[in-house]
């Protein structure tokens, strides 16, 4: 994210200008159509440009490309897919990542946050952008709802910790837990 840049409002692709929507809530459409499971993979690229471009003359597999583009260049912001490596070069086995946020399941606690800090995301559908709602979701004081349940996911007991706390803290990791994370420590179980 640069100060100095204007917030994107079109892009060039196959020497065409294109305008595109970057409002939130439409980034948060798109990954509503995205996570469809009745929806075919065309379907989905078709809706998702629609939503993001609005009706082009392009055909599937240019729509996938630009798809591909607008995800890379636009959504996927600050995100570093490049594998990690060693001095020499070598790729460095990727460490799991533990999913502590999800933009669907957590939406009421990402609102409540942002209402703590004074912002109406209802009142600012189609004004703000992803851009912004991304920086500012990053950046949410640690005293916000969806701040403190990262905290309580990302938790683990430390040594010579209480047993009364470690019990308290387990039961808020099931309370506040995504649901393929309640799955996989009744898989553990």
Known sequence: MRLNDPLVTSFSFCDKTYPIDLAFDNVLDVFDVLSDSALFKEQKIHLVIELL??????????????????RSEFILLGENNQPETDELGNVLPAKPKKKSLD?????????????QIGINLF?????????????????????TIVQRIIQIRN????????????KKMRELQRKYALPNMLREEEDDE
């Open 123 to 143: 009142a600012e559908q189609g004004k703000l952008s992803w851009q912004e709602f991304q920086a500012l979701l990053e950046s949410l004081p640690d005293d």
């Open 103 to 115: 933009i669907v399941h957590d939406a009421k606690y990402i609102y409540a946050s942002f209402r």
């Open 155 to 166: 938790w683990e007991p430390q040594k010579g910790m209480d047993a009364k706390e470690k």
């Open 53 to 70: 471009v609005g009706e082009t003359e392009l055909d599937i597999f240019q729509k996938l490309e630009m798809w591909e583009f607008i």
